[in-house]
């Protein structure tokens, strides 16, 4: 989910965890919590953001945190995600350099903290906040994110979601119809996909990691099998010249949703038969189930193990 994690982030963990032996959990709960938020806001404060024309009034908006999308127009500015606080200032001064619209509609497509900690920023800045009920349920109540060892407090009021929705919702402002549709739990329980029709962009929040394998929160419901239906169901909503956007990495299309989408389900379809035959975790892991995939997949944000890890877990 949040911030890239490197080698070293990894290794960081991995002595968080040897070190929970020693230590009691609520001091290792406390000590790694703000961590890995503040690496994130850290990163955010300095890192630009980069802006890319996808539309006529639809545009790509990329920093530290989760990809976001913003639309201009009369009806005021929607924006899809909001990244961490500390890029709330440069991201109001990237949404100013492309009309002088007023504020409108922030969109989370899911609860994590690397999508909605500018939440509170931007809704002081005039933005209502429309999300998924989990996402509004989780960011109003502690959360824990196990494999990063992370325990979260419940957002700030400002923060959480004015608007809710269960399924699907229509909107139409800015002379398009923008579907949102609630995911299947996927990434988490709480994940939507944002369709500008006449624009043909479709945000698919972390569903989709567009490049590398992708971080499944199994703490908050993600799954394998959820993940595999997700990118399905993008493939069924996306058009030959679709411009879809990934929750993290590179803009994507079509033709690479239907790659990262062969790889979910290959890399499932392997693991499912190991555990299927017996195979514990760590041996699934030894045998190595998704080497034809690792050269392509393998070097972001997770290991090809710590992928394995996950599939195992969920599916
Ligand atoms: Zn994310
Ligand atoms: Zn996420």
Redesign the pocket.
């Known amino acids: ?2 911030v890239p994690l490197n080698r070293r982030s990894f290794l960081r963990i991995g002595l968080t965890a040897s070190a929970a032996v020693a230590a009691p959990s609520w001091l290792l709960a406390q000590a790694a919590a703000p961590d890995r938020v503040q690496q994130g806001r850290d990163a955010a404060a300095k890192t630009p953001i980069k802006t890319t024309k996808l539309a006529d009034n639809v545009y790509l908006l990329q920093g530290a ?2 990809n976001m999308v913003a639309q201009t127009g009369p009806d005021g500015k929607i924006l899809i995600d909001s990244s961490f606080s500390t890029a709330v200032p440069a991201i109001r001064e990237a949404l100013a350099a492309l009309s002088k619209d007023p504020a409108f509609t922030l969109i989370n497509t ?1 609860w ?1 903290y ?2 909605t900690d500018g939440n509170e920023g931007l809704h002081n800045a005039g933005f209502k906040i429309l999300a998924h009920t989990n996402t509004k349920v989780r960011l109003s109540t502690p959360q824990s994110i196990k494999l990063f060892h992370l325990d979260l407090p419940a957002a700030p009021a400002g923060a959480i979601p004015t608007d809710v929705f269960s399924d699907t919702l229509t909107l139409k402002p800015n002379g398009d119809t923008i579907d949102l549709a609630h995911f299947d739990a996927a990434h988490t329980d709480s994940d939507i996909s944002i369709h500008f029709h006449k624009a043909d962009v479709l945000h698919c ?2 569903t989709y990691f567009n490049g590398f394998y992708p ?1 499944i929160d199994e703490s908050s419901g993600g799954n394998i099998t959820g993940m595999v239906n997700a990118s399905q169901k993008a493939l069924t909503l996306a058009g030959p010249g679709t411009k879809i956007v990934p ?2 990495g590179p803009l994507g299309d079509k033709a690479s949703l239907q790659s990262y989408h062969d790889m979910l389900a290959g890399v499932r379809d392997k693991v499912a038969a190991l555990k299927t035959t017996g195979a514990s975790e760590q041996e699934a892991i030894a045998k190595k189930p998704t080497a034809a995939w690792d050269d392509t997949w393998g070097k972001g944000m997770l290991s090809p193990d710590m992928f394995v890890g996950i599939v195992y877990r969920t599916v």
Do not use: E, I, S
């Open positions: 989910m949040p945190g989760g899911h994590h690397d999508h929040g972390d971080f929750g993290h």
